[in-house]
Structures are given as C-alpha cells and as structure tokens.
C-alpha cells in the first residue's frame, strides 16, 4: 500500500489511514477449538440431530460461524452444504457425510462457470482409539479442530476482501472413516465445472510440543506430491522424459508457499516443504483432489505428539493420552493461519497457470520458450535453474508476448518454466517447461 502525502502552501494536510488488514487471533482460534471440543465427539458416526452433542451439532455451528461472518460483510460469503452417502469398512451400515461451504466469489465468477476456485480446507469430524467408538468423548482438538478453526479464521481475516478468484472455505466430514468428505468436495469441484488452482488441506495444525518432548515452534511440513496420481502412463512417461518429477502441479504449489513464507518474515514460519504427498505411509482429504489431478498439499504441525492423536481419554503410569485443548499452542496455529491466508491472497489474486510451457533447445547453446496466453495476465515470469537445483534461482520478465528466448542457457543442463503475472504483481504458480511439438 502507497502513503499519499498531499503538501499545501507551509501545511500538510493529513488523511485518516486505512485500516489494515485483520490478522489471525490466537484468542479466536482457541475458543472455536474450545466450541468444537465442546460439542463432546465430532465422530462422523454420532448424532446428525442432537442440537448439543455430535457431528451434526458441530456442522450446524460451523454453518452458523460462515452465516455470521458472511452476514458481517455484507453477504460476501455463499453459505452451503453438500452431501452424499457412503459405505465402507468403517461404516458398514452406510452414513451420509455432510461438507459445509463458504464460497466467497471472485470478480470472475459466472454462475454457467468455468470458475477459477482455490479452496482452503480442514475435517471437522474426530474419533478416539477405536474408530468406531461413537459414544466416547473425542474432544479432537488439535486432530482436527485446529484446522476447522483455521478455515473460519481465514474466512473472517479474508471476508470482504475483492479477488479476481473465488475462495472456497470448507469443513469436512468423514475424513476418519475413509477420507469421504474430501472425496464429496472433490467431486464436487470438477461436477461444477471448478478450475481448482490450489486446494489446502489443514490437519493437525496447532501443536508445537512432539512426542520427544522436542519444541518446534517455528516450522510447519507442507507436503506435496510430485508425480500426478491422477496422471495416465503416457503423462508419467512424457515428465520422465523431461525430468519434471520434482515440478507437477502441486510441487510447484508447495514451492510457492515456502517463498510466502520467506518473504514475509512476520509470519515466523519455516515450511519443510516435504517431497512425498502426505506422512509416510498416511493419507488425507487432499488425497482425493490428488486423485483427479489438482493441485493440493497437506499442511502439518513441525512435529508430531502421537499420545494424543486417536486415542480414548485416559492416564497411564503417569502418562497423558488424548488430544485435549491444552496440548495445543494457538499463537503457533495463528501462524499456521497467516500462512494459509497469504497462499489464499496470492493464489487468488494471480491468474491461472499457463496451460502448457513448451522448449525448443535441442543442439543449441540458446533455449526458446513459449506458453499459451493467459486471460487476465499483464506480463510472464520466466524461471529457470540448474538441472540439479530443486528451487529457481533465476528469472525473466516478459512483456507484450508468449515467448522468449534465453541466451547462454542450454536446456540440456538447466529446468525452465512460467508463471502468469497479474497487474499487481500476484503471480501464479509455475508451469514447468516441456518438450516443443515436433513438427
């Protein structure tokens, strides 16, 4: 933002100052987790009609929270639910799993879309040590009240704000008993027709304290995949042949976060950009976007306390299990938060990705580079690096066209791609350079 100053004979005259954007509030995001532990078990299996205890209640509130914060700015937020019934191993008899969403609508939005969307998300749904046990208290907390109150807090930081995109706050069900809420949510997505540029899925966000008693305060794990599950064998066979493994679509987001977040130091995060799509040998809501080709990264706490995730409220030998609001530390999921809500600002500011980035090098000491326009883009970023680099360590702004060339850069050793630049500088996520149409 530009200070104005307007200067007048020996006087300044002084103007009120804009306000400034609102901020993640740690106090916020601990009562919602406390509002959320108080609704007993979030269990996807409890009750959908109890006005007091279960998933149900706690859907009803989280809609109430989206109404509220939408009805504060002036109707800025399309409050709905989505929902569909699913059966499996952990819901023999079958369980409708309900999704509510905030759609806060971009200054591109058409109601026949297509729409360019990015979602920010977290389930809302617990358990304890036994999947089924519905009856038990799941407080839940940090596993995954944290990231249901990360979602309305972004939405009440962002509420009002104009983009060009649309921004999709969305509490999940389901997700213990087999990931269904980010399976309704994805299908969802390409039903309407939805661009998805990014999809942030939030789980286990508010700790700082891991199972070794070690501290970490100042890093959150971002996972990505690099090869694109939803991609066939003749795609997996073309980003070999380029060596685009590191550089899919939501690699190239979890790059961008981490450049977020060191290029704002006051959020005070480091982001472990980890290069595998979720924990070892674990899975979450992201995974079904994955599975049909978006773009989506899991964020998670820098370490893990495992003594409070999915297990019965209990002491053993002096030894605490359960995740309970005072395992959590809020100044740190605030952080979290402010993360989220830059990704969400630059991502829906930015135009969409080129479509395709080609290069054309081959016995050459130069490389060309051309992309496929893109609406709403004022210029274009071309990155590249060395090919046994991971982050771009170089860039070209190109105006006026779709294409340049690089001289002195042999495309046999280095990795080239593009982003689209908007009129405010937003840029949107890299498209990584393949190999030029044979003629």
Known sequence: MKKIILLAAASALVTPALAAPAAPDAARLKATVERLVSFGTRHTLSSATDPRRGIGAARAWGKAEFERIGKGCGGCLSVETVADRFTGPRAPDGVEVVDVLAIQKGSGWTDNGPNEVVIVAGHIDSRVTDVMNISSDAPGANDNASGTALVIEAARVLAGQKFTGTIVYAL?????????????????????????????????????????????????????????????????????????????????????????????????????????????????????????????????????????????????????????????????????????????????????????????????????????????????KVYWRRADKQDWSDSRVVTGGTQTVLKDIVVDDHFIGVAAVAKDGAESLVTFGGMAPRK
């Open 172 to 380: 999940l069900s389901g997700e213990e008993q087999g990931l269904w809420g980010g399976k309704l949510l994805a299908s969802t997505a390409k039903a309407r027709g939805w661009h998805v540029r990014a999809m942030l899925n939030n789980d286990i966000v508010g700790n700082t304290v891991g199972q070794n008693g070690q501290v970490v305060a100042d890093r959150v794990r971002v996972f990505s995949e690099g090869i694109r599950a939803g991609d066939d064998a003749k795609a997996n066979l073309t980003r070999r042949a380029i060596g685009g493994e590191d550089d899919g679509p939501s690699r190239a987001l979890a790059k961008a976060i981490d450049g977020i977040a060191q290029a704002d130091p006051k959020i005070g995060l480091e982001v472990l950009a980890v290069r595998r799509f979720d924990r070892f040998g674990r899975g979450g809501d992201h995974s079904p976007f994955l599975d049909l080709g978006f773009p989506a990264v899991r964020f998670s706490v820098g370490i893990e306390i495992y003594d409070r995730q999915h297990q019965d409220l209990r002491t053993e030998n002096g030894r605490v299990y359960g995740d309970t609001v005072d395992g959590m530390a809020f100044p740190y999921l605030a952080k979290v938060t402010a993360l989220n809500v830059a990704t969400l600002r630059r991502l829906a500011d930015a135009p969409a990705a080129p479509a395709t980035v080609s290069l054309d090098g081959a016995l050459s000491m130069d490389t060309r580079v051309f992309w496929d326009a893109v609406p709403g883009a004022v210029s274009y």
